[in-house]
């Protein structure tokens, strides 16, 4: 399994980005999808992630700001963030979990100006 990430780019605070992460294969019986970012000097950590029966769950610091949705139609999973802080500023990462075990995708920046 292979995922594509792209989408990340520089945006004022405030702002708005969709991140897309393509995948090689059907995801329609991927189980569990996500978004880690991993910030300079911090550990990877988990933004989203979203279940094959379509249940997400979201880390405290981006709920009510950030979605997490999966086109099984178009292989795609997505991450639209709005009302972005300095704070989210990081390499975002997308993630699949299934009968393969597990796959990353590279990263894509996303950087929020002050």
């Known amino acids: 399994v292979q995922l594509q990430a792209s989408g990340g780019g520089l945006v004022q605070a405030g702002g708005s980005l969709r991140l897309s992460c393509a995948a090689s294969?059907?995801?329609?019986?991927?189980?569990?999808m996500g978004w880690y970012r991993q910030a300079p000097g911090k550990q990877r950590e988990l933004v989203a992630s979203?279940?094959?029966?379509?249940?997400?769950m979201y880390a405290d610091s981006v709920k009510g700001r950030i979605t997490i949705s999966r086109d099984n139609a178009e292989n795609t999973l997505y991450l639209q963030m709005n009302s972005l802080k300095p704070e989210d500023t990081a390499a975002y990462y997308c993630?699949?979990?299934?009968?393969?075990?597990?796959?990353w995708g590279q990263g894509t920046q996303v950087t929020v100006s002050s």
């Open positions: 993630n699949a979990r299934g009968f393969f075990g597990t796959a």
């Open positions: 294969v059907t995801i329609f019986n991927i189980y569990d």
């Open positions: 979203i279940t094959n029966d379509g249940s997400s």
